[in-house]
């Protein structure tokens, strides 16, 4: 579980990165905002002091000031833009309710995704929950456009807004210089000649250091990419209702020697599905991993697909085979020959025309349905640090995260940890899991299984 690290890159820079413009523009195919749920101690402080505290904080905070303005005529990337708190954005919801029903409306909430036009977060508070895993609490849920954060800068951003160390003036706006659109957009045109000739040559450089991955490849310097995988039930487009759930687990319970928490959940996924879906044949996971910040770019981390190995029968080798296929898998991600590959394919990325860019990603269809799959579920895990957040005087107890789902994929997991505690989330559509409790416990017996195997 890599830690959400501190990140002092200026995502305040006017132009959006070519892969956060990328976020923004496919977010209108597949729903991608973050959610990101925390569960605090039932304190003693007035609710509504607190929101007013966590506004002042937000306005502290580069990452929740801003907005996207689009440019006129697609001929140059969106733009950051300053935004000012708005009134709406933080929502109490003020009402006595189950854990279960909680549940229910963060799955809900689903369907409302932020409009980063016009803020890029929004903050669910349910100050009254009856029955939340460790007694009464207080959740809160940040709901955050993928567009603006991945998984670690969204982690920091929540670290940030939940605690209590002090925060930095806000800056002055970073905004344009005055100028009509008329003429940003003659700037854009002017400077096209200059972008595609930078494309080309980037073009031949990125195919150059390919050819290099690929030889590293063939001389065993470098393990290979993972192979795909065949479509299971779970591959299949979220078209029913979404449901997610949570198990809630001290961190000495996902650890033993020599594994890791996300192999420990990795090989307890493996477990669970194998069961779920009557003994496949071959599964594999798609697994989150930070990259190296680009500069400017909020969204900074790719996936891998890591083997689950179903047919092995005992649990210990099982769970041998994952860990080291993850750790081959970020073997090739951090090789040199990767990295540079990475590199020129970013720099080629980052002079692609903006209409050219929103034109290729117009062209992608989500209801095609591919033929084979890096990974039949999504494991994201990332730890968000100590437990030293708080919310009117209660401590933080737990925090949990749910990965959208897709059109080939509707099962997606969250291993989260904070303090001495790891949440998994599990976010469900009823087209492939049409009972979630069901998986719940499936998945919980495995991770007994494997902690007993393990032992």
């Known amino acids: 579980m890599p830690r959400a690290r501190a990140d002092h890159r200026r995502p305040g820079s006017t132009r959006l990165h070519p892969a956060d413009a990328r976020a923004y523009w496919m977010a209108s195919k597949i729903p991608s905002d973050q959610f990101l749920l925390y569960c605090f101690d039932s304190g003693s402080a007035n609710v509504d002091a607190e929101v007013a505290r966590l506004y002042e904080r937000s306005s502290r905070m580069e990452v929740l000031r801003r907005r996207i303005t689009d440019v006129a005529c697609g001929l140059d990337y969106p733009r950051w833009t300053e935004a000012g708190p708005r009134s709406d954005t933080i929502s109490v919801h003020r009402t006595t309710i189950t854990w279960s029903e909680c549940l229910d409306a963060i799955a809900a909430s689903f369907e409302r995704q932020v409009d980063p036009r016009v803020s890029v977060w929004r903050l669910h508070l349910y100050p009254n929950i009856a ?49 009509s659109e008329l003429a940003s957009s003659m700037v ?25 991955l690929e ?9 290979p990419p993972t192979h795909s995988r065949p479509l299971t039930a779970l591959d299949v487009a979220p078209t029913g209702r979404t449901s997610v759930r949570t198990i809630v687990l001290r961190k000495a319970d996902l650890q033993s020697v020599g594994t890791t928490v996300t192999t420990f959940v990795l090989t307890a996924l493996s477990v669970a599905l194998q069961r779920f879906l009557d003994d496949p044949a071959d599964l594999a996971a798609e697994v989150t991993v930070a990259r190296d910040a680009r500069a400017d770019a909020r969204n900074n981390f790719g996936n891998v697909g890591v083997g689950l190995f179903p047919a092995e029968p005992d649990i210990r080798t099982r769970s041998r085979l994952v860990a080291a ?58 730890s968000r640090g100590a437990a030293d957040l708080t919310f009117g005087g209660g401590s933080v107890r737990f925090t949990a995260g749910f990965p959208a789902l897709s059109p080939a994929m509707s099962l997606t997991h969250g291993v989260h940890g904070i303090g001495d505690t790891v949440t998994v989330g599990i976010t469900s559509n009823s087209a492939a899991v049409p009972d979630p409790d069901l998986y719940e416990a499936l998945l919980r017996d495995a991770l007994d299984d494997v902690r007993t195997a393990l032992a």
Not at 188 to 212: F, H, K, N, T
């Open 325 to 382: 296929d993850l750790a081959a898998r970020r073997v090739r991600a951090d090789h040199p020959l990767s990295q540079a590959a990475r590199a020129s394919q970013d720099d080629v990325e980052a002079h692609v025309p903006a209409f050219l860019a929103e034109w290729g990603v117009a062209q992608f269809d989500p209801t095609a349905a591919p033929p084979a799959v890096t990974g039949n579920t999504v494991v994201s895990s990332v």
């Open 215 to 223: 030889r590293g490849t063939d001389s065993g310097e470098i393990p």
């Open 188 to 212: 854009a045109a002017a400077a096209l000649p200059l972008r595609l000739a930078q494309m080309v040559r980037g073009g031949v450089r990125a195919r150059r250091d390919a050819l290099s």
């Open 131 to 179: 029955d939340a895993p460790g007694g009464t609490a207080l959740v809160a849920v940040l709901q955050l456009s993928h567009a603006a954060a991945d998984g670690t800068l969204a982690a920091r951003t929540a670290r940030d807004l939940f605690g209590t160390h002090p925060l930095p003036p806000a800056s002055a706006p970073e905004e344009l210089p005055p100028v």
